[in-house]
Nanobody, 120 residues
Framework: QVQLVESGGGLVQPGGSLRLSCAASGSIFGINAMGWYRQVPGKQRELVAT???????IYADSVKGRFTISRDNAKNTVYLQMNSLKPEDTAVYYC??????????????WGQGSQVTVSS
C-alpha cells in the first residue's frame, strides 16, 4: 500500500505564500497524475491543480497565476507553491496520487490533509 504524507500547511496573512509538499512512499510500481484538492466545511472537495506524469498541468480558474504545481518523479513528491494568498483560499488541502498497479490498473491514494488558513 502506498502512503502519502503532506507537509507545509499553516497560518499566513493575506498576500503571503505557503508551499505544500506531498511525498508518496511504499510499494510503488508507478504514478500517473498527482495533484491537490481542497475542501471547506459544508462544501464539496474541489480540484486545485493536477500534474500528469508527462507534465501536463491543469489549474482551477480561482488559483491560476497564483499557485504553481510541480513534481519530482525521482522523489515521488508533488508540490504546491501558493502565492498571493487570499482569505478564500482557506481550506484543508489534500494531495492525491494515481498509483499504477502491476501488471495493470490503478487506484487513487490520498494524503492526510493540511490546514491552510489565510487571515490577518
Amino acid at each position: 500500500q502506498v502512503q502519502l504524507v503532506e507537509s507545509g500547511g499553516g497560518l499566513v496573512q493575506p498576500g503571503g505564500s505557503l508551499r505544500l509538499s506531498c511525498a508518496a512512499s511504499g510499494s510503488i510500481f508507478g504514478i500517473n497524475a498527482m495533484g491537490w484538492y481542497r475542501q471547506v466545511p459544508g462544501k464539496q472537495r474541489e480540484l486545485v491543480a493536477t500534474i500528469t506524469s508527462g507534465g501536463t498541468i491543469i489549474y482551477a480558474d480561482s488559483v491560476k497565476g497564483r499557485f504553481t504545481i510541480s513534481r519530482d518523479n525521482a522523489k515521488n513528491t508533488v508540490y504546491l507553491q501558493m502565492n498571493s494568498l487570499k482569505p478564500e483560499d482557506t481550506a484543508v488541502y489534500y494531495c492525491y496520487a494515481d498509483i499504477r498497479r502491476f501488471p495493470s490498473g490503478n487506484y487513487r491514494s490520498w494524503g492526510q490533509g493540511s490546514q491552510v488558513t489565510v487571515s490577518s
